[in-house]
């Protein structure tokens, strides 16, 4: 089964960064896809939500 197909995000994504507009109520990511950046990361804390975009 194809991942693109089978994953929508707000079933799939786990998110807890509440002040992100695409954060939903039972703390997952309701963008239709996510970009996650830092192509020189070696470690999970070096790593971001490109997707990310403040409420605020």
Do not use: L, P, Y
């Not at 995000?9 to 695409?22: G, L, M």
């Not at 939903?24 to 070096?46: L, M, P, Y």
């Amino acid at each position: 089964m194809d991942m693109k197909s089978a994953c929508k995000t707000e079933n799939c994504i786990k998110c807890s960064v509440k002040n992100c507009i695409h954060h939903t109520e039972n703390d997952s990511c309701s963008a239709g896809s996510i970009q996650v950046g830092n192509r020189t990361a070696s470690s999970c804390s070096e790593t971001c939500c490109d997707t990310f975009k403040s409420k605020q």
